[in-house]
């Protein structure tokens, strides 16, 4: 009797992983393509004795009643299969580049991200039909997150490839994450200084209302590297025109082309946001604060401005999130950031150099969503 | 504003005024001379504009319409009785997904998949999956149990209920995940061009790299209108959706 759909989609999609997709990924120097290393060749006993119990765990949590208690074993069980598959993937790279040349690397494959991606899922979903509240699922979220950072920072990953990318580029890659950071700071909070009087006006002047999403609907439909593009030769007109601009950066290519467009790309979420939260005002609370004798300002800071507050945090959280990935693509007109990686690695067929560009962008992207949500769960509760 | 098919004017002229920037482009030598004076060859010959155009839009509509097919399936699966327990799963994965960069999705295909065009189709199609799925769950959950008690009372089949009721009342939102997958795909396969998809991103890329802001213009203004056309045309389409969902309903249906 099939008790849980969803976990055995999951078991059984980790299963066939497991046994038929690479493990690690093993190339004696990184222009050959590697050889593939299954999860029975890459765990030594003590790490099999400890997967198979879970995964047997999570099996029987499919067909037996869905209990408190079996829930909670589910969860635990998915854990210590999201924390120790990282782990025993980092000590079977140790292990094998090990008896290797020193340029030999390992990186992770198919299997490994097909496991460990189910593992989280089944714990998501044991936590879901636990009804946890959202402390609980932060709580185990960072828990996680925390555990793989200490073991990472402690030098359990230094041998996957992607960790000794990282390490040849040390100084390359905290500039570049440094430098994405600040791309994506600056443009969020401009637009947010632009953006958000942009959605008070459209909200409080219907007439504009059409004008300012229209036209920034239109900004947002333009592919990112065309108006990245597109930037180039009006700012290169008027850095030529006025030289003294270029002292403060502004030239075609750069830096300002890429804050001008992401601005620009961010501006509809935030006007958006902002006109949306407005809107969910009721019109009696605003009548009731002017009986009181608050001035159209007073109003709009102590009375709208915290309901509206919640959707504002959204509209700011997409924004955010899609900084993240435009900026990648503000390389290409030499903004730099992680996106000089992907592209540097594209172009030279470097896979490793790439990966170090796009996988350090999603975990970016993964985490702010995670604190936004976090800090919309909180606003939201306290009204 | 609106003729046969409900196709706006401006939707016609934006198609006018694409079409005849293609065309005119290789006859543009004198003027991009004259804008561009550093540059030797200030039009892109390496592959002529319609060729581009139509690569472009080829990704574009494989990708966008595997991607339909696969979100429209999962969103009605998770909404059924029989998929009702996967909704939470589905809908998780949708939004993760959606959290990571589309170039990053581009970028990690390629070890997986290799260099070229296929390749890029692919990355395209899962991602514009997503808010495919996102939406049509969104829009099949929007639909009023009054509208399905109603169908039901009158003997409709369960597959008559989906395709007669359900899906056309859905179908603004649906078309508006569709388009949210299409604009993506359209920018995202100008970015393909790094990885090897002949793509109306292949002019631009070139002209970054070469210092040619000749091509980088040329195929900037090309894509720039294409997206703003296709979203015209959806605009037009959502429009058409909603007039048709409002005849088969009284109620008005609030639409995101």
Redesign the interface.
């Known amino acids: 009797m099939i008790r ?3 976990l055995l ?1 999951l078991v059984l999609a980790a299963l066939v992983a497991a046994l038929t997709l690479a493990f690690l990924g093993f190339a004696p120097n990184r222009l050959v393509s590697g050889r593939a290393i299954t999860l029975f060749e890459a765990a030594n006993g003590a790490g099999l004795a400890l997967i198979v119990p879970c995964g047997v765990m999570l099996a029987a949590g499919a067909f037996l009643p869905q209990s408190r208690a079996l829930l909670l074993a589910v969860l635990a069980a998915a854990l210590v299969l999201a924390l120790f598959l990282p782990l025993i993937a980092g000590r079977a790279a140790t292990g094998l580049v090990a008896t290797a040349t020193p340029i030999a690397r390992a990186s992770l494959a ?1 299997g490994f991200w097909i496991m460990e991606l189910s593992a989280v ?1 089944a714990a ?2 044991a936590l ?1 039909r636990l009804e946890a509240g959202l402390a609980m699922k932060a709580a185990v979220a960072i828990g996680v997150a925390a555990v793989l950072v200490v073991a990472g920072l402690s030098g359990a990953f230094d041998q996957l490839s992607l960790a000794k990318e990282a390490a040849n580029r040390r100084e390359a890659f905290a500039d570049a994450v440094e430098r994405h950071g600040f791309l994506v700071t600056v443009s969020v909070l401009l637009a947010l200084m632009i953006g958000v009087p942009l959605g008070i006006l459209a909200q409080r002047r219907p007439r504009w209302h059409g004008l300012v999403f229209g036209s920034l ?2 900004v ?8 990245f ?2 930037l ?2 009006p700012l ?1 007109a008027l850095s030529d025109a006025f030289p003294q601009l270029r002292q403060l950066g502004i030239s ?1 290519i750069g830096v300002a082309p890429a804050i001008i467009a992401l601005v620009l790309y961010s501006l509809l979420p935030m006007a958006r946001g902002a006109f949306a939260g407005l809107s969910s005002v009721p019109a009696s609370v605003v009548e009731t604060a002017r009986g009181m004798g608050m001035t159209g300002g007073q109003i709009l800071l102590r009375v709208e401005a915290p309901i509206a507050f919640p959707v504002l945090l959204s509209g700011l959280r997409i924004v955010t ?1 899609q900084a ?3 900026a ?2 503000a390389a ?2 030499g903004a730099g950031g992680l ?1 000089s990686f ?2 540097l ?3 030279q ?1 470097a ?1 490793d150099l ?2 170090l ?3 350090p ?2 975990f970016m ?2 985490g702010v ?1 995670f604190i936004f949500q976090l800090l919309l769960g909180m606003a939201r509760r306290t009204p | 504003m609106t003729r046969a098919l409900g196709i706006s004017r401006l939707t016609f002229a934006l198609a006018f005024a694409l079409v005849a920037l293609v065309l005119a482009l290789p006859h543009l030598q004198a003027p991009m001379h004259w804008l561009f004076p550093e540059v030797e060859r200030p039009v892109y010959e390496r592959a002529s504009f319609v060729e581009l155009v139509a690569s472009h839009l080829a990704l574009v509509l494989a990708s966008s319409a595997a991607a339909t097919l696969v979100g429209v399936s999962a969103g009605i699966f998770a909404t059924r009785q029989s998929g009702a ?2 909704a ?2 589905i809908n ?2 949708a939004a ?1 997904g959606q ?6 999705v581009l ?2 295909s ?3 998949l290799g ?1 070229g065009g296929p390749p890029t189709l692919v990355a395209l199609a899962v991602y514009a999956a997503l808010p495919i799925t996102e939406n049509t769950i969104a829009g099949l959950t929007s639909v009023s149990r009054d509208a399905k008690d109603a169908a039901e009372g009158l003997g409709f089949s369960r597959l008559r209920l989906l395709a007669d009721v359900e899906l056309p009342l859905a179908l603004p939102i649906i078309l508006t995940g569709i388009r949210i997958a299409v ?1 993506i795909n ?2 995202t396969a ?2 393909g061009s ?2 090897g998809a002949l793509t109306l ?1 292949s002019p ?2 070139e ?2 790299s070469a210092s040619n ?1 000749a091509y ?2 040329e ?3 090309v ?2 209108l294409l ?2 056309l296709i ?1 015209r045309l959806f605009e037009d389409g959502v429009h058409w959706a909603r007039r048709r969902s409002g005849t088969l309903t009284s109620d008005a249906h609030a639409v995101a």
């Open positions: 849980n759909r969803v989609v198919g899922l998501g979903d879901r609907d239109i947002q439909t333009i592919p990112s590297i065309a108006l593009g597109l180039i030769g290169a075609g999130v993240i990935g435009l990648v693509v290409l007109i996106g992907v592209f690695g594209l172009g067929r896979l790439m990966l560009g796009a996988v962008t999603i992207a993964l969503d | 327990e996967f939470p799963l998780a994965i993760i959290t990571f960069p589309p170039v990053a970028a990690i390629v070890p997986l260099y604009i359209i920018g100008t970015i790094t990885i991103g631009i890329i002209g970054l802001p980088v213009l195929g900037a203004a894509v720039a997206a703003i979203d």
